[in-house]
């Protein structure tokens, strides 16, 4: 999973990193939900690399109809949506597709 780009100032690298590094601990007794996040980052870098123009938003779409999304909790999925949006090089985009999706809390309300 990439981080960042070269343009990533090399502390938002690292703390992405260690973020990643403190979830992935977190969640170590679910290494399905540790796998997904990874391969779902993977198709999605890959779909980007391919379309560079084309919009996160569009690419999280098309490679989640790869997986099997179903083969996670709601909340199992919520996490990974999380973890990816604090710390994949494509937060931003994600984050907006999140929102849209309902998959993160809107960032004045709490979650529930």
Do not use: Y
């Amino acid at each position: 999973m990439q981080f960042g780009d070269k343009k990533t100032p090399p502390r938002d690298l690292q703390a992405r990193q260690r973020a990643w590094d403190e979830w992935r601990q977190r969640v170590r007794n679910m290494p399905h939900v540790i796998r997904f996040a990874q391969r779902w980052a993977q198709l999605m870098e890959l779909e980007k690399s391919q379309h560079p123009n084309t919009q996160i938003a569009k690419i999280a779409d098309r490679t989640l109809a790869q997986l099997d999304r179903h083969s996670l909790t709601d909340h199992q999925f919520r996490m990974v949506v999380g973890v990816l949006c604090e710390c994949w090089r494509h937060q931003l985009g994600l984050r907006n597709w999140a929102l849209g999706k309902r998959w993160l809390p809107e960032p004045d309300k709490p979650a529930h």
